[in-house]
């Protein structure tokens, strides 16, 4: 069974643009949960979407936002970027009945 | 506030001897605890889970130790070996907030050969 996939997997922006970014979950996973882990903050949640209703949002200002499809694929959206929206963004997979989650590769974001 | 810390961020140990990783926790309330291996420019990958209804689950090398009463996680690793080399991430789940986890900042785990 494929994994947790996530495109692009490098991105480069400069300050003031906007990004999207994509997550396909494991076939039969209904709910995406989307992290950013920086050097300083290490892991942090950002939100989590199921059934493509958004049942969770972690501390994170309204800049980012995402949603889900019905085939379960989400996408994440930061809008006006700054310097410290570098990092890695990852997102996670799991089946609704289910507490492990499965993560991907991750979306290395550098925002100069 | 930190709600879970990994104290030590980094471990070297011996091929073959024992790895032993801790994670503490401040709220009584988490009720799901995992484990999380992560190379760099990767995802974590999953190792280890244990409810709060246990105090143990084995998983062929990897243990998996619960003290609820000292609100203490730890991960144990026999034997080692160096491809076990990696940031060893303890993760916590709040309960009632099922897919929501809070990750300690991990820690470097090096084995030697």
């Known amino acids: 069974k494929a994994g947790v996939t996530q495109t692009p997997r490098y991105l480069i922006k400069t300050r003031g643009q906007q990004v999207t970014l994509s997550c396909s979950p494991i076939s039969g996973h209904r709910s995406v949960s989307w992290y950013q882990q920086t050097p300083g903050q290490g892991l942090q949640f950002l939100f989590e979407y199921f059934s493509e209703t958004q049942r969770n949002k972690g501390n994170f200002p309204g800049r980012f936002s995402g949603r889900q499809f019905s085939n379960s694929r989400s996408e994440m959206n930061v809008s006006t970027l700054e310097l410290g929206d570098s990092a890695l963004y990852l997102c996670a997979s799991n089946r609704g009945s289910t507490d492990t989650q499965y993560f991907g590769p991750g979306t290395r974001l550098t925002v100069l | 506030d930190q709600q879970v810390k990994q104290n030590s961020p980094s471990l070297s140990v011996q091929e073959g001897r024992i790895s032993i990783l801790n994670c503490d926790y401040t709220n009584s309330m988490f009720d799901y605890f995992l484990w999380y291996k992560k190379y760099p420019a990767e995802g974590p990958t999953f190792l280890i889970s244990?409810?709060?209804?246990?105090d143990k689950n084995e998983d062929g090398r990897f243990t998996v130790f619960l003290n609820k009463s000292a609100k203490h996680l730890s991960l144990h690793i026999v034997p080692s070996q160096p491809g076990d080399s990696a940031v060893y991430f303890c993760?916590?789940?709040?309960?009632?907030?099922?897919?929501?986890?809070?990750f300690g900042s991990g820690t470097q785990l090096t084995v030697l050969p």
């Open positions: 244990i409810s709060s209804i246990k």
């Open positions: 993760a916590v789940r709040l309960s009632g907030s099922a897919r929501q986890l809070t």
